[in-house]
């Protein structure tokens, strides 16, 4: 079985600054995918950022990067250039590449950005 | 398209009442996916359809939940009778499940979830 954990439960960070969120993730299976989902206080699910494992390169969606380090099980989200409306909570997240597309959540890391 | 509609998006009930949470996947998808979120044991996937039949229903916490796939385009997450410990976020998520020998769609699309209360 999978399992995925987020070590921070909570951060806070002044506006501007940059941030970085933690995950591990433990798994026997050579290939999957990881993501970043965000919840802000509307409840909503979006899904901020993606990396396939096969895939070397790092994942970047504008100010959204990840740093997959997969011989470490290691899928950490930085933030740059941080905004009020990045305030949320974090969730990490792991889907096998083949079969079902059952998500296995991390516990989550409640992000605070500070003006 | 409106997305993955879930309602209602509050519910508040008694203790010993029927609970019935609901869902309008996206049109087109085939995949449809319940997910329950509480403070201690975080996002847990309860029960996924895959062409309205239900395929693992394993994380279902016990007999008194039951969830039904009547069509593509809807499901009901039933609980009977509710309990207070059953008080979470409910959400229904919905995707296209690849088909054999195409890359896999990894893409799930989240409802905005209903809030549950048993009082």
């Known amino acids: 079985a999978q399992t995925v954990t987020q070590s921070q439960p909570e951060m806070s960070v002044q506006e501007a600054e940059t941030v970085t969120l933690s995950c591990t993730y433990d798994t026997s299976e050579s290939n999957y995918y990881l993501f970043w989902y965000k919840q802000p206080p509307s409840r909503q699910m979006i899904l901020v950022i993606r990396?396939?494992?096969?895939?070397?390169q790092n994942a970047t969606e504008n100010r959204f990067s990840v740093n997959f380090q997969k011989a470490a099980k290691s899928f950490s989200l930085k933030i740059s250039d941080s905004q009020l409306g990045d305030t949320a909570m974090y969730f990490c997240a792991f889907m096998k590449y083949r079969g079902a597309q059952k998500l296995v959540f991390g516990q989550g890391t409640r992000l605070t950005i500070n003006p | 398209d409106a997305g993955v509609i879930q309602s209602p998006r509050h519910e508040v009930t008694e203790m010993g009442q029927e609970v019935t949470l609901r869902c309008k996947p996206i049109s087109g998808h085939n995949s449809l996916f319940w997910y329950r979120q509480t403070m201690m044991r975080g996002l847990e996937l309860l029960i996924y359809f895959n062409n309205n039949v239900p395929i693992d229903d394993s994380g279902m916490p016990e007999d008194r939940f039951s969830a039904k796939m009547p069509n593509a385009s809807f499901s009901t997450l039933k609980i009977q009778p509710s309990e207070p410990r059953d008080s979470a976020v409910y959400f229904c998520?919905?995707?296209?499940?690849?088909?054999?020998?195409?890359?896999?769609?990894?893409?799930?699309?989240f409802g905005s979830g209903t809030q549950l209360s048993v009082l």
């Open positions: 990396q396939e494992a096969y895939k070397q």
């Open positions: 998520a919905s995707s296209l499940a690849p088909m054999r020998g195409i890359r896999p769609n990894e893409k799930l699309f």
